[in-house]
């Protein structure tokens, strides 16, 4: 008797994944970052999750698309084209390692809608996004720590989109140490703000290419020769329509007066 | 090689770049580097087509930027040699 599938609808970055749970198990006790999407909208893709390896190869009939590896705890594919995809979870925090793959799923769904995803924040203050970014460690859950006054969408992964002529932040929620939020997008941009570590805090506003190049050097993974050149265009295209700083900050709150400062200045 | 007037250089073929601006974006996909040149940075980036030597590059700057031509041909040296070490440039002949 073949096995019961349960589905559940997911949302991201304005797009759908309808997610088939092969094991009814997971399905019911896997608690994912993601808000659920009601209604009969017609996914970007199907997903089918699978936790029995073996039933997993004889169902996979990969014609399109492309691996997606998880360095041993998921093998997965996405074709973009025919909007379906599979994983099998091979082990471990079942939660985090779906997390992760359907990070992936989105981020390649967003790139191939005039977007990308950046390394950072996206904190959401009267309806605008504030996103800041940075290299692990630089500062983006010390940030999120001492904004009281935000909806934190994320403080890891900011899908940005362009929908007509402007671009519009998501957040990407994460599992982690802040609570799953209930709006995470989407929002205008208020501004992207490069991270660093400072006793002194200040702001400035920097250059869209020095800006461009900060927000590429942070997706040192998907630099490819066959990618760079349309994400370096998307960035500076993007630098071109959003403000872009550098804050110094440290430790506690007196940052956000520098950009209400600042932002009060424009 | 040491770098002279008469050194004729081209960007390396793996390099990206896409000026923000005035300002040059240039990337090596293969070193993961990522650099943001400055506006006559930009300018003598422009100018490397692999056939203009260093000193032609070097009058064309003194020109439209009106400066002394050994301070142009001591920039654009030293600029080249920078971008050389960076693995940016690559020396035609």
């Known amino acids: ?266 | 090689m040491k770098q002279s007037a008469g050194t004729v250089f081209s960007r390396s073929e793996n390099t990206v770049y896409r000026m923000v601006d005035g300002e040059a974006v240039i990337v090596e996909p293969l070193y993961g580097l990522v650099n943001v040149i400055n506006e006559i940075g930009s300018r003598i980036w422009e100018l490397l087509d692999g056939k203009r030597s260093a000193g032609r590059i070097a009058e064309i700057i003194a020109s439209e930027y009106e400066v002394h031509p050994q301070v142009a041909m001591d920039d654009t040296l030293q600029f080249l040699s920078e971008m050389s070490e960076k693995k940016l440039l690559k020396i035609e002949r």
């Open chain 1, 1 to 266: 008797m073949k096995p019961r599938t349960i589905t559940r609808n997911i949302k991201a970055a304005g797009f759908t994944l309808s997610l088939c749970f092969k094991d009814t198990n997971l399905a019911c006790g896997v608690k994912l970052p993601f808000p659920c999407s009601a209604g009969a909208r017609t996914p970007s893709a199907i997903i089918e999750i699978y936790t029995d390896e073996i039933e997993y190869l004889a169902e996979l009939h990969v014609t399109n698309g492309m691996a997606i590896s998880g360095e041993g705890e998921y093998e997965g594919y996405f074709d973009i084209r025919n909007k379906k995809g599979g994983v099998v979870l091979l082990g471990g925090n079942n939660e985090f390692i779906l997390a992760n793959f359907l990070t992936r799923v989105f981020s390649l769904l967003v790139s191939a809608r005039s977007g990308l995803m950046i390394h950072g924040a996206c904190l959401i203050r009267n309806g605008q996004a504030y996103i800041f970014h940075g290299v692990s460690g630089a500062g983006k859950s010390t940030a999120c720590s001492f904004s009281p006054d935000c909806a934190i969408a994320s403080d890891d992964i900011t899908a940005v989109r362009k929908l007509g002529r402007r671009y519009l932040a998501w957040g990407i929620p994460q599992l982690g140490r802040f609570p799953i939020p209930e709006k995470h997008g989407p929002c205008t941009i208020a501004g992207f703000f490069r991270l660093i570590k400072d006793p002194e805090v200040s702001i400035h506003r920097i250059s869209g290419a020095q800006a461009a190049a900060g927000m590429l050097a942070l997706q040192e993974k998907q630099l490819t020769p066959q990618n760079i050149r349309k994400m370096l265009v998307l960035l500076a295209d993007l630098a071109d329509h959003a403000p872009c700083y550098e804050l110094h900050f440290r430790k506690d709150a007196t940052f956000w007066h520098c950009i209400d400062k600042i932002k009060g200045s424009e």
